[in-house]
């Protein structure tokens, strides 16, 4: 079965540091979406991506995330300057279509980012 | 935005009977509505999923319900084994964009 494949599994950074966290969708998704879950709580939506652009983002996305395709295989996301409440599971997910053509997403197993 | 809201936040259940769980949303543009299983440490994993032109879905021991005018959808997990005990998270929204309840653990005894 088709997987979304994250690295690096774990990544501690030391506050203020930029992080890059990596992800390949399945190869023939066109949409792709980062969540994070901090320890205990529900996934919290970022950000999704199709056609090389974002197509929503939400709150948490502020000025220190981006996110790349920088190839036709992977799709990242950077965080600029570490915070501390940055530290979380981050999950990569993508999926074939949207609406009432897609299939659900498929995660990724995610990094967990601490934050030091 | 789109606010979830899930309950109950756990449930335990002897093994054989059924697990209800139910969630709420409130922007009625939703029109994606998928349950994920997450064990400890891993991914969450889409068991089903509906949609807003759908009332109800099954799959094997897995039912889906949703109820547009009121804006809520249940999952319905029967004849529990304990492989079922995990969390399930709701989601709602739309494809570029879902909410997430706060999830549901569910120890299944034997």
């Known amino acids: 079965e088709p997987e979304v494949t994250q690295t690096p599994s774990h990544q501690v950074t030391q506050m203020g540091q930029e992080v890059i966290l990596r992800c390949v969708p399945i190869?023939?998704?066109?949409?792709f979406y980062w969540y994070r879950q901090i320890l205990g709580q529900k996934v919290e939506f970022l950000v999704s991506?199709?056609?090389?652009?974002?197509?929503?983002k939400s709150e948490i996305f502020d000025d220190q995330f981006s996110v790349e395709r920088p190839d036709g295989s992977n799709f990242t996301l950077k965080i600029r300057s570490t915070k501390l409440e940055d530290s979380a599971m981050y999950f990569c997910?993508?999926?074939?279509?949207?609406?009432?053509?897609?299939?659900?997403?498929?995660f990724g197993s995610g990094t967990r980012l601490t934050v030091v | 935005g789109e606010n979830v809201e899930q309950h109950p936040s756990t449930l335990s259940v002897q093994e054989g009977d059924s697990a209800v769980i139910k969630c709420t949303y409130s922007?009625?543009?939703?029109?994606?509505f998928p349950w994920y299983k997450q064990e400890l440490g891993k991914r969450p994993q889409l068991i089903i999923d509906?949609?807003?032109?759908?009332g109800e879905k099954k799959d094997q021991r897995i039912a889906v319900t949703l109820n547009k005018t009121a804006k809520h959808f249940s999952l319905h997990i029967t004849e529990t084994q304990p492989e079922d005990s995990a969390v399930y998270f709701c989601?709602?929204?739309?494809?570029?964009?879902?909410?997430f309840g706060a999830g549901t653990q569910v120890v299944v005894t034997p």
């Open positions: 991506f199709y056609n090389n652009e974002i197509s929503e």
């Open positions: 190869s023939n998704h066109l949409y």
């Open positions: 509906i949609r807003s032109n759908v």
């Open positions: 989601a709602a929204g739309s494809w570029g964009k879902l909410q």
């Open positions: 922007d009625s543009a939703s029109n994606y």
């Open positions: 997910a993508s999926s074939e279509g949207q609406g009432l053509i897609s299939g659900g997403y498929t």
